[in-house]
Nanobody, 113 residues
Framework: QVQLVESGGGLVQPGGSLRLSCAASGFTFSSYGMNWYRQAPGKERELVAAIPGGYADSVKGRFTISRDNAKNTVFLQMNSLKPEDTAVYYC???????????WGQGTQVTVSS
């Protein structure tokens, strides 16, 4: 069955870094665009980074998305973290043609001193 399993979240101080990982299985990874979304309390889920694609303005220059097709894994390197980056981060896979999509369960990122 399809699985997207995120890891790497946690508590970090402002200015710190975290690297999120999303391990995919059960589908042809290379046929899917991979995305990271986040949802903060009381806010709508928003797209943070996509590959292929780009970045939300709020994270440009601080976050980097990458993928390893050999390991069916997508990463999100997050640097210079701010309190407003606090959210649950979700991995998303969207088929490049059909647009069908899968979601991970999410991983909590908390930026606080």
């Amino acid at each position: 069955q399809v699985q997207l399993v995120e890891s790497g979240g946690g508590l970090v101080q402002p200015g710190g870094s975290l690297r999120l990982s999303c391990a995919a299985s059960g589908f042809t990874f290379s046929s899917y665009g991979m995305n990271w979304y986040r949802q903060a309390p009381g806010k709508e889920r928003e797209l943070v980074a996509a590959i292929p694609g780009g970045y939300a303005d709020s994270v440009k220059g601080r976050f980097t998305i990458s993928r390893d097709n050999a390991k069916n894994t997508v990463f999100l390197q997050m640097n210079s973290l701010k309190p407003e980056d606090t959210a649950v981060y979700y991995c998303n896979a969207r088929h490049l043609l059909s647009r069908s999509a899968y979601w991970g369960q999410g991983t909590q990122v908390t930026v606080s001193s």
